[in-house]
């Protein structure tokens, strides 16, 4: 996925090249085999040796170079199931993404079906149209803060989201937040390639579309038609999946002034249409006070919700930027970029009912409304790249790593992303669309309890109880003696934490999917804050429990070879 040569720049140590390759004691091994693995970390020892013995002429030179001795203070031996390529920190060669490239990254994301159909659902539900917008912004403004904070550590280690889980989860408790998050992923990979889906099945001509094969099947849940266009959509995804994160990045960095002009165009057909935004402005909210705010609180948390996964594996992609300045610019943006979005998205709805006669809510619906083969072409082409874009940074790479970091030595990036499209279809995402109130109380607002949590506890791990000190060689060994060992490889706290900020949400939960019909009013308000509850709930109790199980600010060398 990424180049696995690369030289390492230190002012200390200028003129030093490491090969990739160097010869370490692999644990089970009784021989010496060869590792690629690249932490500045394990390198470390390596560059003070050469240094110490002379032998930084025979490194310039290209000759063999003194193998660590286990008897080394900083000897090291990354365990080959914690390690591949896809999860050890990324060299300097590797940090490409500049901040209008994490910019580009949020434009992609942004601009999509599910953003545009988010605005309509909070509409659809009663909100008045500035009432959407300013709760999607608000949303996204609280939302920024964990995004840059867990970004740092992917930033500044060069450490993927499951690697940075080891710190606070245990090298092998990790597994637990990194397959929840996935899970969430998979979901989301369904109801993206089910939105493109309906994209193909828009060009399709009437006859087809009016045939028994576009018939509901009861126990499908949809019809054959539209089931195999969404198999179409997926089966072309995988070509540009299977590309890893070079084709990731190149694509998010070309799309987003396409889907800049994109929307700019749909912008400008709903106003000249409409004739002004008068239609749009003229719309007032249908809810009394007490309503909005019954509304607005899981309102809120469901737009959260929207990109707490993002913020939970942000690291997978700031562990490329050049700097943290670049990540915290590109990051910047995203309030700006979802209330813009949303902006457009209301504007078009609304538009539609002076243009037809009718409140058009779905994209994909409008664009079959607006006719024309030029104009549709080109608007599904716009659909599927805005698609595509979303689907594939948003909710491929976050499950791939996961199962990566399961079984390093079978799993690749690749095959994690083949699995994860998988149990995509197995979601049913179209079940999942059915309604607004689903989409949002049910889907984004169910899920934030499992990823509130997490985020909380890594956060309160790696600020406050370890001061943003990581020792990298720890996240990678299964020694006992490893900071991040703890009872077996798990670290207890961190469970006992996540099960405790789940539980309170669960009632809510139930009652929303008809498990339950009655529950006591706090748990109702639990759930509608689900997110903030279980966040917070969740760090401080790690917070309290690590200082009582002494790790608290464990005492960690400072590595000079890691990046600032």
Request: with cysteine; charged share 10%.
């Amino acid at each position: 996925m990424v180049s696995s040569c690369f030289s390492l720049h230190h002012p200390l140590h200028q003129g030093i090249h490491l090969h990739p390759k160097i010869p370490l004691r692999l644990s089970g091994h009784p021989t010496t085999s060869l590792v690629q693995f690249t932490s500045r970390s394990s390198f470390a020892h390596l560059a003070r040796h050469c240094i110490c013995s002379g032998s930084a002429a025979m490194a310039r030179s290209g000759q063999s170079y003194p193998i660590p001795k286990p008897t080394d203070p900083d000897y090291f031996e990354p365990d080959p199931t914690l390690t591949n390529d896809d999860l050890r920190p990324t060299t300097a060669s590797e940090r490409t993404f500049s901040g209008w490239e994490m910019a580009s990254l949020w434009i992609g994301l942004v601009v999509g079906v599910p953003s545009y159909y988010l605005a309509g659902s909070l509409v659809d539900l009663g909100m008045a149209w500035w009432q959407g917008i300013a709760t999607v912004v608000a949303a996204n403004a609280i939302l920024l803060v964990p995004l840059i904070l867990t970004g740092h550590p992917g930033a500044r280690y060069g450490v993927p989201f499951p690697v940075l889980a080891r710190s606070s989860f245990g090298v092998r408790g990790a597994h637990v937040p990194t397959l929840l998050r996935a899970l969430v992923g998979c979901g989301w990979y369904g109801i993206e390639t089910w939105i493109g889906g309906e994209a193909i099945f828009l060009l399709l001509p009437g006859s087809l579309k009016q045939s028994a094969l576009s018939q509901t099947w009861p126990w499908l849940g949809t019809s054959p038609l539209e089931f195999a266009c969404f198999i179409a959509f997926w089966l072309a995804q995988l070509t540009i999946v299977l590309k890893g994160m070079e084709g990731i990045r190149q694509l998010e960095k070309y799309s987003a002034p396409i889907l800049i002009a994109l929307t700019s165009c749909l912008f400008a057909w709903a106003y000249v249409k409409a004739g002004g935004l008068g239609h749009m402005l003229a719309m007032s909210s249908k809810l009394s006070s007490s309503q909005f705010w019954a509304l607005f609180f899981p309102s809120l948390t469901a737009n959260i919700s929207f990109w707490a996964t993002l913020a939970l594996n942000i690291p997978d992609f700031t562990r490329y930027a050049k700097s943290q300045r670049d990540q915290v610019v590109g990051q910047a943006g995203l309030p700006l970029f979802m209330g813009l979005f949303i902006f457009v998205g209301l504007a078009a709805t609304s538009s539609t009912e002076a243009i037809f006669g009718r409140v058009i809510s779905n994209p994909i619906q409008l664009l079959g409304q607006i006719g024309g083969l030029a104009t549709t072409v080109l608007a599904i082409l716009g659909i599927s790249l805005a698609t595509i874009t979303t689907n594939i940074a948003a909710n491929v790479v976050a499950p791939a790593n996961a199962l990566v970091n399961l079984n390093p030595s079978w799993f690749t990036f690749r095959r994690g992303a083949l699995i994860t499209a998988l149990v995509g279809i197995a979601f049913q995402p179209w079940r999942l669309l059915q309604s607004s109130e689903s989409f949002v109380y049910t889907w984004l607002v169910g899920y934030s309890a499992l990823l509130g949590p997490i985020g909380g506890i890594i956060l309160s791990d790696y600020y406050l109880v370890r001061n943003t000190e990581l020792s990298i060689k720890d996240l990678y060994t299964l020694s006992p003696y490893g900071a991040y060992y703890y009872s077996g490889g798990c670290n207890l706290v961190a469970m006992a934490s996540l099960v405790v900020g789940i539980l309170p949400v669960i009632p809510g939960f139930l009652q929303k999917v008809g498990a339950l019909y009655a529950i006591p009013d706090a748990f109702v308000v639990i759930y509608n804050n689900a997110w903030f509850f279980s966040f917070f709930l969740a760090g401080f109790l790690y917070r309290v429990l690590s200082s009582f199980s002494g790790k608290s600010r464990k005492s960690l060398p400072y590595d000079p070879l890691l990046p600032t």
